[in-house]
Every structure is written in structure tokens, then in C-alpha cells.
């Protein structure tokens, strides 16, 4: 069946320090979503990537989508306490949108 | 603002019972879904429903069913609850399959 791995399962960074978070998928994807989830929250939208090696940037946060549409990246760059939460990758097949395990991001002021 | 609403935050349910858990969107979007979320798991997908009176079982369907009778709203049933179905349920909808999804704010079951 169609699965996204997404590691590192949880990871604790000092404020100002970079995070990345990765998935992968062991078949070609249409497009993948990526969502935040603050601690008590629901998933929010970040953003969606569709096109092989595509790189897309909201301010801090830099997204790739791998050559192969097998792979993906976030990467937060100088964390700040406001970046907590939970973060997940979300791959799509036809009308079916799987989630990774998510990563758990702490951030230390 | 789409809204994705969840009929129930928290819902406290015996062993057996059949339990019934609404989701109504007010965007008159296509794609429905129901996930549960437990630590470690992530979001596992239990139904997506893509159209009235259509639904496609996800990865974890055993112990579940649906029903999406209006395009609005889509329900999880669980014909006999267990303990192992304790777990934080979220419902989501989107417009069309390559759209963003919206989630409700969960409702949290605990079979007792």
C-alpha cells in the first residue's frame, strides 16, 4: 500500500539553531502537502509541492520535493519558540492523502 | 473561512456501544476524510469519501464504517467499540484531489 516515512521521529533544537525534517515514499507521488500542527491543535496547511525538484520558500521554511517524486524536505532555518508543534508530510494518491508519522519539533529559548 | 466542524470535543463511550461521530463541512467540497491520531502513528487514514454515497476504505478500516449520504457531511461509525479504538479522531475535507485539507478540531473517544 501506498506509505510515507518521515523521520526524525522527534527532535529538540536551541532557539536560533536549524531543523529539517524528511520523507520518503516507496512509490512515485502525485503531489505532497505539508502540514503544522501546534500542541493541542489540528493540522494547518503549509503547502503543497508538485513538480520533480521543485523548491518552494515561505520565509524561513524552504520545501524540496525530490527529482523522483519519492522524497521531501522542510527545513526551518534559525528555529524560533513560535515553531513548535508537530510536523507532517502528506503524500497524495489519486483522491487518497496518507500521512506520515509526523516530526515533533521542541524548541529551547 | 472553510469550517470543518466535529460534532463532539470529547466523547466518553462502554465497550460495545455503537458510537457515532459526525463531521460537516460548509465549502461544498468533494474529498472527505476521517483519520485517527495516536503518539508515534502520526495521522492513519480510516475512510475517504470523494463524492456522495461514495466512500474508499484507507489503511485501517477494520472495526469502522461511513457514511456520506449528503455532500456536506460524512460520519464514522463504529459498529461495536472496543478499547483499542480509543484515540483522537479527525476529520478532514477538500475541495478537489489536489487541494489543501481542512481539519475539524478532533474529538477525543475513550472507550471505557
Given at each position: 500500500g501506498q506509505q510515507v516515512m518521515q523521520i526524525p521521529q522527534y527532535q529538540h533544537v536551541q532557539e536560533g539553531e536549524d531543523f529539517t525534517t524528511y520523507c520518503n515514499s516507496s512509490t512515485t507521488l502525485s503531489n505532497i502537502q505539508w502540514y503544522k500542527q501546534r500542541p493541542g491543535g489540528h493540522p494547518v496547511f503549509l503547502i503543497q509541492l508538485v513538480k520533480s525538484g521543485e523548491v518552494k520558500k515561505q520565509k524561513r521554511l524552504t520545501f524540496q520535493f525530490g527529482e523522483a517524486k519519492k522524497n521531501s524536505s522542510l527545513h526551518i532555518t534559525?528555529?524560533?519558540?513560535?515553531?513548535?508543534g508537530t510536523y507532517f508530510c502528506a503524500g497524495l494518491w489519486g483522491n487518497k492523502l496518507v500521512f506520515g508519522a509526523g516530526t515533533i519539533l521542541r524548541v529551547k529559548s | 473561512d472553510v469550517k470543518v466542524t466535529q460534532s463532539s470535543r470529547y466523547l466518553v463511550k462502554r465497550t460495545g456501544e455503537k458510537v457515532f461521530l459526525e463531521c460537516v463541512q460548509?465549502?461544498?467540497?468533494?474529498n472527505m476524510f476521517w483519520y485517527r491520531q495516536d503518539p508515534g502513528l502520526g495521522l492513519r487514514l480510516i475512510y475517504f469519501s470523494y463524492d456522495v454515497k461514495m466512500k474508499e476504505k484507507g489503511d485501517i478500516p477494520e472495526g469502522y464504517s461511513v457514511s456520506r449520504e449528503k455532500k456536506e457531511r460524512f460520519s464514522l461509525i463504529l459498529e461495536s467499540a472496543s478499547t483499542n479504538q480509543t484515540s483522537m479522531y479527525l476529520c478532514a475535507s477538500s475541495f478537489s484531489r489536489n487541494t489543501e485539507a481542512f481539519f475539524g478540531q478532533g474529538t477525543r473517544l475513550t472507550v471505557v
Open positions: 534559525a528555529t524560533q519558540t513560535t515553531d513548535v | 460548509d465549502m461544498d467540497h468533494e
